[in-house]
């Protein structure tokens, strides 16, 4: 290549380093037809889901730099942009359940947040049942994987992993519960809750199996510890719903056990998973795109079961349709469903050409359903922490 040629690309090289980047040459953003931003239609593609009656379209994400280059528009992912875009809006909020919009972030974060807090929150869950008697209808198989699926109210911070300790039971790693419930002869059927499931802070009071011998006479029980030592329990550990039934007992039938739960996740086990459910969806956008009015109005609010749209007073004793609630679409269609051809004031048109329902791409309506062992709120903070720790050893091994 000559050095003219080099010169006049280094020259171009420059122009485009000038026009913040984005590669496109002075002379060209200079023209009076190249846009400074996106037409409208790309605008809705980019950042709308439209809901066709027969199916989604503009589903894809645009987010490479290059996607709109051609008009001068920069679509680069900017951390700057990110903060001043995102944000967090708790809508509600009870003891078990928490409801919050997550603006300004794409869908595989959104995703990543739901899959950690499915699988990778830790909990405490009962691992280990001991049963010493159970003459119940209910085999042991299934009375201990019952017994596992209740939630523990204990917070897991204050606990270690089973296996950073070797293996070993100790005060740092599990809690013993004991449950001994018997039905007496003459009596009614019993029903076994999990209120009767006692924590023991001493450790188990079973005696191992094959642990007493002539040289040792004194019984050897599966834990010896004591966790009322432990000054960090603000309250006693306990399974969080006490109504749970795990046993029907008959005349005469007993049950006598305990129970250690542990330190796990959600990914070895669903008794672990901190979440009855973890769910998001895209913020639904209703947009009537021509007025519908008087007789039309009226069949437009029945059609729709969640009650997005209400009817307005225009005077002169005539009406037309409003959207009252977006965001309760459950995108049945039913607003769109069916065309009105041939009514009189419809012109031939479809209720598709008046009503246009959309998602907004990048804002979502989370929903954290807690099994009430953590509260929600709680749980997505913990979220946090764990992708931020992820994030963290990506860059560290990426450097």
Same mark, same amino acid.
């Given at each position: 290549?000559?050095?003219?040629?080099?010169?006049? %690309?280094?020259?171009?090289?420059?122009?485009?380093?000038?026009?913040?980047?984005?590669?496109?040459?002075?002379?060209?953003?200079?023209?009076?037809?190249?846009?400074?931003?996106?037409?409208?239609?790309?605008?809705?593609?980019?950042?709308?889901?439209?809901?066709?009656?027969?199916?989604?379209?503009?589903?894809?994400?645009?987010?490479?730099?290059?996607?709109?280059?051609?008009?001068?528009?920069?679509?680069?992912?900017?951390?700057?942009?990110?903060?001043?875009?995102?944000?967090?809006?708790?809508?509600?909020?009870?003891?078990?359940?928490?409801?919050?919009?997550?603006?300004?972030?794409?869908?595989?974060?959104?995703?990543?947040?739901?899959?950690?807090?499915?699988?990778?929150?830790?909990? %405490?869950?009962?691992?280990?049942?001991?049963?010493?008697?159970?003459?119940?209808?209910?085999?042991?198989?299934?009375?201990?994987?019952?017994?596992?699926?209740?939630?523990?109210?204990?917070?897991?911070?204050?606990?270690?992993?089973?296996?950073?300790?070797?293996?070993?039971?100790?005060?740092?790693?599990?809690?013993?519960?004991?449950?001994?419930?018997?039905?007496?002869?003459?009596?009614?059927?019993?029903?076994?809750?999990?209120?009767?499931?006692?924590?023991?802070?001493?450790?188990?009071?079973?005696?191992?199996?094959?642990?007493?011998?002539?040289?040792?006479?004194?019984?050897?029980?599966?834990?010896?510890?004591?966790?009322?030592?432990?000054?960090?329990?603000?309250?006693?550990?306990?399974?969080?719903?006490?109504?749970?039934?795990?046993?029907?007992?008959?005349?005469?039938?007993?049950?006598?056990?305990?129970?250690?739960?542990?330190?796990?996740?959600?990914?070895?086990?669903?008794?672990?998973?901190?979440?009855?459910?973890?769910?998001?969806?895209?913020?639904?956008?209703?947009?009537?795109?021509?007025?519908?009015?008087?007789?039309?109005?009226?069949?437009?609010?029945?059609?729709?079961?969640?009650?997005?749209?209400?009817?307005?007073?225009?005077?002169?004793?005539?009406?037309?349709?409003?959207?009252?609630?977006?965001?309760?679409?459950?995108?049945?269609?039913?607003?769109?469903?069916?065309?009105?051809?041939?009514?009189?004031?419809?012109?031939?048109?479809?209720?598709?050409?008046?009503?246009?329902?959309?998602?907004?791409?990048?804002?979502?309506?989370?929903?954290?359903?807690?099994?009430?062992?953590?509260?929600?709120?709680?749980?997505?903070?913990?979220?946090?922490?764990?992708?931020?720790?992820?994030?963290?050893?990506?860059?560290?091994?990426?450097?």
């Amino acid at each position: 290549m000559s050095s003219s040629g080099d010169e006049s %690309m280094a020259s171009e090289i420059d122009e485009q380093e000038q026009n913040g980047g984005r590669g496109i040459p002075d002379y060209i953003m200079n023209l009076e037809d190249v846009p400074s931003t996106l037409p409208t239609h790309l605008e809705l593609q980019k950042t709308r889901v439209f809901c066709n009656l027969d199916a989604p379209q503009h589903t894809d994400t645009i987010q490479y730099s290059g996607a709109y280059a051609a008009l001068g528009v920069d679509n680069s992912v900017r951390l700057d942009n990110f903060y001043q875009n995102f944000k967090v809006e708790v809508k509600r909020i009870t003891d078990e359940e928490m409801e919050f919009d997550m603006i300004g972030i794409d869908p595989a974060v959104a995703n990543a947040f739901r899959r950690i807090l499915i699988a990778e929150v830790p909990t %405490m869950a009962i691992e280990r049942v001991y049963i010493a008697n159970n003459t119940s209808l209910v085999q042991d198989e299934v009375l201990s994987h019952r017994l596992g699926l209740i939630p523990i109210d204990a917070d897991p911070k204050l606990f270690e992993y089973p296996d950073d300790a070797g293996g070993e039971n100790n005060e740092k790693n599990t809690i013993v519960f004991k449950q001994h419930v018997r039905c007496e002869k003459g009596q009614p059927r019993l029903t076994v809750k999990s209120d009767t499931l006692k924590w023991l802070p001493n450790g188990s009071e079973l005696i191992a199996e094959g642990t007493k011998s002539a040289a040792d006479p004194a019984p050897k029980t599966f834990t010896t510890f004591n966790q009322k030592s432990l000054p960090k329990f603000s309250k006693d550990p306990a399974p969080y719903n006490l109504d749970v039934i795990v046993a029907k007992l008959g005349p005469g039938q007993e049950i006598e056990l305990e129970a250690h739960a542990v330190k796990g996740i959600g990914k070895t086990h669903a008794k672990w998973s901190p979440v009855a459910t973890a769910w998001y969806r895209m913020l639904p956008e209703v947009v009537l795109t021509k007025d519908v009015k008087d007789e039309l109005a009226e069949e437009l609010v029945s059609k729709c079961p969640a009650k997005v749209f209400d009817i307005e007073d225009i005077g002169r004793g005539r009406k037309k349709a409003v959207v009252k609630n977006a965001r309760a679409c459950t995108l049945c269609r039913e607003c769109i469903r069916e065309a009105d051809e041939g009514e009189e004031g419809g012109e031939g048109e479809k209720w598709t050409d008046r009503v246009s329902l959309r998602r907004v791409k990048d804002h979502f309506i989370f929903t954290i359903e807690s099994t009430g062992a953590i509260p929600p709120d709680v749980l997505f903070t913990e979220a946090v922490k764990i992708l931020e720790d992820k994030c963290e050893r990506v860059i560290t091994e990426l450097s």
